[in-house]
């Protein structure tokens, strides 16, 4: 079985993904995994990405769909496996089409893990962090808060915010997610693929609805 995870930030995605490899007995396939990877084994496509991060640019899109491409002609993924953060965008889907189409492979189900945005942005920015480096204990304002307000349970330490964290940036984030994932939602819809799960609820639930779309 080959499966795209999509999700927006916050949606409990990487949960999920990790519920799923267990249960499916599938590798995951996360495009960071993937670059590290490549860099490390210093393959062709992996050499050429190099390249770029070196010079703190992004890596254009031929060169990820490179690197994909190698990985999904290694012997290990012959019985499926689960991509999670490829592809981001339309131009990528395709390209992982024709990838498939040529090794007389197609993609099986799409799963969308569904949050609205409002409840995003209440997850994100609850966030809080302990400063204390020997610590690093996390909590979260509305669903795990620490027993003193602002205070770490575990160090004392001074809890806060992480600029990434505040609600202004996450509306950023959340905006470029849904410019490049409305047209994926709409491609793999199309072609019948598209499996919406609702992304609320305990995590347990959540995993039941997605085991019943994959059947």
Same mark, same amino acid.
């Given at each position: 079985?080959?499966?795209?995870?999509?999700?927006?930030?916050?949606?409990?995605?990487?949960? /999920?993904?990790?519920?799923?490899?267990?249960? *499916?007995?599938?590798?995951? &396939?996360?495009?960071?995994?993937?670059?590290?990877?490549?860099?490390?084994?210093?393959?062709?496509?992996?050499?050429?990405? $190099?390249?770029?991060?070196?010079?703190?640019?992004?890596?254009?899109?031929?060169?990820? &769909?490179?690197?994909?491409?190698?990985? *999904?002609? =290694?012997?290990?993924?012959?019985?499926?496996?689960?991509?999670?953060?490829?592809?981001?965008?339309?131009?990528?889907?395709?390209?992982?089409?024709?990838?498939? +189409?040529?090794?007389?492979?197609?993609?099986?189900?799409?799963?969308?893990?569904?949050?609205?945005?409002?409840?995003?942005?209440?997850?994100?920015?609850?966030?809080?962090?302990?400063?204390? +480096? +020997?610590?690093?204990?996390?909590?979260?304002? $509305?669903?795990?808060?620490?027993? /003193?307000?602002?205070?770490?349970?575990?160090?004392?330490?001074?809890?806060?915010?992480?600029?990434?964290? $505040?609600?202004?940036?996450?509306?950023?984030?959340?905006?470029?997610?849904?410019?490049?994932?409305?047209?994926? &939602?709409?491609?793999?819809? =199309? $072609?019948?693929?598209?499996?919406?799960?609702?992304?609320?609820?305990?995590?347990?639930? &959540?995993?039941?609805?997605?085991?019943?779309?994959?059947?």
């Amino acid at each position: 079985m080959r499966i795209v995870l999509l999700g927006g930030p916050g949606s409990g995605k990487g949960t /999920q993904a990790k519920k799923l490899v267990e249960r *499916l007995k599938i590798p995951q &396939i996360s495009t960071g995994d993937i670059f590290r990877a490549a860099l490390q084994e210093g393959t062709p496509m992996g050499l050429k990405a $190099k390249t770029y991060m070196d010079k703190g640019e992004l890596v254009p899109d031929d060169v990820v &769909i490179g690197v994909i491409e190698e990985r *999904l002609a =290694k012997p290990d993924l012959e019985k499926g496996y689960m991509l999670d953060g490829f592809p981001r965008t339309l131009g990528q889907a395709e390209a992982l089409d024709r990838i498939l +189409a040529a090794q007389s492979k197609f993609i099986d189900h799409a799963v969308l893990v569904d949050v609205p945005d409002e409840e995003l942005v209440v997850r994100l920015s609850g966030r809080r962090t302990c400063p204390n +480096a +020997a610590c690093g204990a996390m909590y979260h304002a $509305k669903f795990n808060p620490p027993k /003193q307000k602002g205070i770490c349970d575990v160090c004392g330490g001074e809890l806060y915010q992480r600029d990434d964290d $505040k609600e202004a940036t996450i509306r950023e984030r959340l905006g470029v997610y849904n410019q490049q994932t409305a047209p994926l &939602i709409d491609y793999y819809e =199309k $072609k019948g693929l598209l499996r919406r799960v609702a992304g609320l609820g305990p995590i347990d639930e &959540i995993f039941a609805r997605i085991e019943k779309v994959l059947g």
